[in-house]
């Protein structure tokens, strides 16, 4: 039987940069009502094919047919017209405007020379019951969640007529509730009639949702297949090109003195009313991995701002050693050897105009290894960052390109190799493998064992459970600002977990959560 045309075919296509080539003749094909999984390290070269297909990048060789028809895709306009849409990893909105405001932006019903708000919120709401999104097309961005933004990027691209829909990393900042829901909406796009291409490096995603997957590595197609024929181990080795361990090795052995200790804790919101962290104590040893779990939005942000002195303290102290950081400035506690990975790369871990080798040393130019008297020695910066760039394995086309070149994954490597090579005491790593590839992820999670091996004290934060159960020696959960127990690792389980990520507290004895 003859196969139909396929809704996108990318034949050959080939896109270089300056001493890169990001894709390497490749060929892919979409076929209508499918999700085709785009599977690939950071820096695989998957985003940069994708924004060739939604025309934010020109191929240097090779065809775009849409609908078997050979098209020229010179920008997003075009794509739209095509029926293109795409949802970037990070969101095109703006905060202060309603939903069905961003949602219609350019495009915006008229009534004489007014916007028809009425028809916009309707067409909006309309789309939303029939995609099941649960979207208020009255509600401001600024006040809901990042699940539901993403929600409306979706609903950008619907409102436009897409029939073909891009994902960029899409679960990247979602909570686990948020990627089931997500998961869920595919299906539903999917079974509409919509072609999607997700572009992922989760393997559980993978299996859940996709019918087909296309892995890429280093710029060229290493194989399509489908997905119910395959498993995440084979994924993972087509991948990275080599067997991939899903278990770590943690030597067994005892911790050393409490390197941090947080003694009831009270932190303000910024308009200086309720607590938005409220009697907070614990501590961490020397060798030893804290996790610390919580729905996102219960007073982990501010945590981290009061331990690395971004925010002030209300009530309380924080001890590193013997030393009181609880009014120390930003620089003296990294000084002191407090070290960060933020949560969000961009925003706070990088300046991305800056050269990667600049980068590498934001944290550290006044040390007198790096410069004298007010001026940077370049080389001494230069040899450094070459230095950490191969050793952490940071795909860049070289130290002077900006930093911005560089793929999600790549930035995040950059700051782990930056914040390591600082020989911290206390390490706080926020979603350390938050947009990562299965690689990548346990290249870093080696890292951190060997600093934890070293004696190091490391906070890890992260909404994912399956990296807390991983990593940590205990846990704690946090709640609207409160500690609601802690558990060492033999005695964690999803259930204890969950009833104290719900808000309730863990019983002194039994264990369990009342």
Avoid: C
């Avoid at 350019?106 to 067409?123: D, T």
């Avoid at 990294?334 to 600049?358: N, T, Y």
């Amino acid at each position: 039987m003859e196969q139909p045309v396929p809704v996108v075919e990318l034949k050959g296509i080939t896109k270089r940069f300056p001493g890169i080539v990001a894709n390497d003749s490749i060929n892919l094909q979409l076929r209508k009502g499918e999700i085709h999984a785009l599977l690939g390290e950071n820096g695989a070269g998957k985003s940069t094919l994708m924004s060739i297909l939604f025309g934010l990048y020109q191929p240097d060789e090779g065809e775009i047919y849409v609908n078997g028809k050979r098209e020229t895709i010179d920008g997003p306009g075009k794509a739209i017209k095509l029926g293109i849409g795409m949802v970037h990893q990070h969101f095109k909105l703006v905060h202060n405007f309603t939903v069905a405001e961003n949602i219609v932006l350019g495009i915006e019903p008229r009534k004489g020379l007014s916007i028809n708000y009425k028809q916009a919120n309707g067409r909006v709401a309309e789309l939303s019951e029939q995609y099941g999104l649960m979207v208020d097309p009255k509600a401001l961005i600024q006040d809901i969640t990042v699940g539901m933004q993403q929600r409306v990027e979706i609903l950008k691209t619907l409102y436009r007529g897409a029939e073909i829909l891009i994902f960029d990393e899409p679960t990247a900042v979602l909570t686990v509730q948020e990627i089931h829901e997500l998961m869920q909406i595919l299906r539903n796009l999917a079974a509409e009639g919509k072609s999607i291409i997700l572009i992922t490096h989760k393997l559980k995603e993978i299996m859940e949702v996709s019918d087909r997957v296309t892995v890429i590595r280093r710029g060229k197609v290493i194989d399509t297949l489908v997905t119910s024929e395959t498993s995440e181990s084979e994924l993972a080795e087509k991948m990275v090109g080599r067997r991939v361990s899903f278990q770590l090795d943690q030597e067994k052995r005892a911790p050393g003195p409490a390197l941090l200790q947080v003694r009831q804790l009270t932190v303000k919101g910024h308009d200086k009313g309720r607590n938005v962290l409220n009697d907070v104590s614990f501590e961490i040893r020397a060798g030893e991995i804290f996790g610390l779990a919580g729905v996102d939005g219960n007073g982990q942000h501010e945590l981290v701002e009061a331990l690395t002195g971004l925010r002030p303290i209300d009530g309380g102290s924080v001890l590193l050693g013997d030393i009181d950081m609880t009014r120390k400035s930003v620089r003296e506690r990294m000084r002191a050897g407090i070290a960060q990975i933020p949560e969000d790369r961009q925003k706070h871990g990088l300046v991305l105009d800056f050269k990667v080798s600049e980068n590498m040393v934001l944290t550290t130019y006044k040390d007198t290894r790096f410069g004298r008297g007010g001026f940077i020695d370049d080389k001494a910066v230069d040899e450094h960052s070459a230095r950490l760039v191969q050793e952490f394995d940071v795909r860049t086309a070289g130290i002077h390109v900006p930093m911005r070149s560089l793929s999600g994954g790549n930035q995040q490597k950059a700051i782990i190799a930056r914040e390591l090579s600082r020989n911290p005491q206390l390490l706080i790593a926020v979603q350390p493998t938050r947009g990562l590839d299965i690689g990548a992820i346990e290249f870093v999670h080696e890292r951190l064992l060997q600093a934890k091996n070293e004696g190091k004290a490391i906070l890890l934060i992260s909404y994912e459970l399956d990296e807390l159960y991983k990593m940590s020696d205990r846990i704690a959960v946090i709640f609207d600002g409160q500690i609601m127990g802690e558990l060492d690792s033999e005695q964690v389980d999803d259930e204890k977990l969950g009833l104290m990520m719900a808000g309730n507290r863990l019983q002194e004895k039994g264990g369990g959560a009342a």
